[in-house]
């Protein structure tokens, strides 16, 4: 079984352009989170779905950060314009959701992103 | 959800079983300990979970102290490939209300020596 795909896995721009990541979560998982992680740190929540319904966003710097997940499958996190503090590694993760008393989410590997 | 003290480091011979632990003296009596893996530039890898009772997987054990205050990852026989961050995360149910995501602490880098 696939597990969560990312793309792509490298990103590098210049400060001020658009960027956007691409995540395929496990097949029949509705619950797909986007996270961050700054270098020598742990990851940290920016935007959670269920299906296709953003219901934890409090973390998403929604001047520039946006994402959607269209059709409850797939998900888009975009940044525009990108800043030098951007650069970081976002982490694509899923789990089954809603009706799990535990619900373990799985990792995609992440697009390193560095803006110039 | 309960705070994590994990060891910043620790390094293992190849083949010797490498005793990972950490400390939750807050944790309540809903809540799970979770350990996730994270090899160098990958996305973190779920290991094991549990909440009162030892568990085993393939990959390995969990040992939780009868007061539920600390836990133990063990991995039975390291081999170079283990060598990563490994975070410590309590959470709770989701029908206890705890947050969805996970909180990840600083973890701890094991390095396993050949």
């Known amino acids: 079984e696939a597990g969560v795909v990312q793309s792509p896995r490298y990103k590098i721009i210049e400060k001020k352009q658009p960027v956007a990541f691409w995540c395929n979560p496990i097949?029949?998982?509705?619950?797909l989170y986007w996270y961050l992680q700054n270098l020598g740190q742990g990851p940290e929540l920016l935007i959670r779905?269920?299906?296709?319904?953003?219901?934890?966003d409090s973390q998403l710097p929604k001047d520039r950060f946006s994402a959607e997940r269209l059709k409850g499958v797939d998900s888009t996190l975009k940044i525009q314009p990108a800043e030098l503090g951007d650069s970081a590694v976002y982490l694509c993760?899923?789990?089954?959701?809603?009706?799990?008393?535990?619900?373990?989410?799985?990792f995609g590997p992440g697009t390193r992103l560095t803006v110039l | 959800d309960a705070k994590t003290t994990q060891p910043p480091s620790m390094d293992c011979a190849e083949g010797r079983a490498a005793n990972l632990p950490c400390n939750h003296s807050?944790?309540?009596?809903?809540?799970?300990v979770y350990w996730y893996r994270q090899i160098h530039s990958q996305g973190p890898q779920y290991i094991i979970h549990?909440?009162?009772n030892n568990e085993t997987n393939e990959m390995a054990s969990l040992i939780i102290t009868e007061d539920r205050k600390s836990s133990t990852l063990i991995l039975p026989h390291a081999t170079l490939r283990d060598t990563a961050v490994y975070y410590c995360?309590?959470?709770?149910?989701?029908?206890?209300?705890?947050?969805?995501?996970?909180?990840f602490g600083s973890g701890t880098q094991l390095t396993v020596l050949p």
């Open positions: 549990g909440l009162k």
């Open positions: 993760a899923s789990s089954l959701g809603i009706g799990r008393t535990t619900d373990t989410q799985y």
């Open positions: 807050t944790i309540s009596g809903n809540e799970y």
């Open positions: 779905y269920e299906n296709e319904e953003a219901v934890d």
């Open positions: 097949s029949g998982h509705n619950t």
């Open positions: 995360i309590v959470r709770g149910t989701i029908s206890s209300g705890s947050a969805r995501q996970l909180t």
